[in-house]
T-cell receptor
Framework: AQSVTQLDSHVSVSEGTPVLLRCNYSSSYSPSLFWYVQHPNKGLQLLLKYTSAATLVKGINGFEAEFKKSETSFHLTKPSAHMSDAAEYFCVVIFTGGGNKLTFGTGTQLKVEL | EAGVAQSPRYKIIEKRQSVAFWCNPISGHATLYWYQQILGQGPKLLIQFQNNGVVDDSQLPKDRFSAERLKGVDSTLKIQPAKLEDSAVYLC????????????FGPGTRLTVT
């Protein structure tokens, strides 16, 4: 069965320290992978995308993610967290044979402390 | 560029009542989506329109939910009668036909069924 799993429901970091949000997928084929971010009272926004080009993908606001086929992972990272990064982050997958249907993970709430 | 508009932002109703949500997508976006986001979960696609035709409504509870997109622009989603488990945020999104993984989301309508 095809699925996407976000391993942490909540992550808390100090401002200026690295961010790591984990995402694993289960699929027989290489899917298309995305990260979306949802700030309070704002709509979901595409952060970055992997569609079978370079495995290290850079997104907006200094975020990047690396596609690792051997580990079936697509973790989101940022070298230095900023207060404005506090939001909910969703790992999103388009599975092969699913048309263009987005399948969302359950989300990771990122908290950034001073 | 104006974003995806949704109204109302909040709605409280009693079970067995009916409710309707409205969405106006980004101008020129042919594809429109309605998602249901239950607290603690990722958004789940309810229905996808391409212009004014339905592309995917496989996860729409058709005994109580209905949606239409007359004239291929704005759309309404209706629930009749509402159940307690329908309490959720209802998100509308739109995209171009060619880049459908990059969806632009509205702020959502938070529905509480008591």
């Amino acid at each position: 069965a095809q699925s996407v799993t976000q391993l942490d429901s909540h992550v808390s970091v100090s401002e200026g320290t690295p961010v790591l949000l984990r995402c694993n997928y289960s699929s027989s084929y290489s899917p298309s992978l995305f990260w979306y971010v949802q700030h309070p009272n704002k709509g979901l926004q595409l952060l970055l995308k992997y569609t079978s080009a370079a495995t290290l993908v850079k997104g907006i606001n200094g975020f990047e993610a690396e596609f690792k086929k051997s580990e079936t992972s697509f973790h989101l990272t940022k070298p230095s967290a900023h207060m404005s990064d506090a939001a909910e982050y969703f790992c999103v997958v388009i599975f092969t044979g699913g048309g263009n249907k987005l399948t969302f993970g359950t989300g990771t709430q990122l908290k950034v402390e001073l | 560029e104006a974003g995806v508009a949704q109204s109302p932002r909040y709605k409280i109703i009693e079970k067995r009542q009916s409710v309707a949500f409205w969405c106006n997508p980004i101008s020129g976006h042919a594809t429109l989506y309605w998602y249901q986001q239950i607290l603690g979960q990722g958004p789940k696609l309810l229905i996808q329109f391409q212009n004014n035709g339905v592309v995917d409504d496989s996860q729409l509870p058709k005994d109580r939910f209905s949606a239409e997109r007359l004239k291929g622009v704005d759309s309404t989603l209706k629930i009749q009668p509402a159940k307690l488990e329908d309490s959720a945020v209802y998100l509308c999104a739109s995209s171009t036909t060619t880049v459908s993984y990059e969806q632009y989301f509205g702020p959502g309508t938070r529905l509480t069924v008591t």
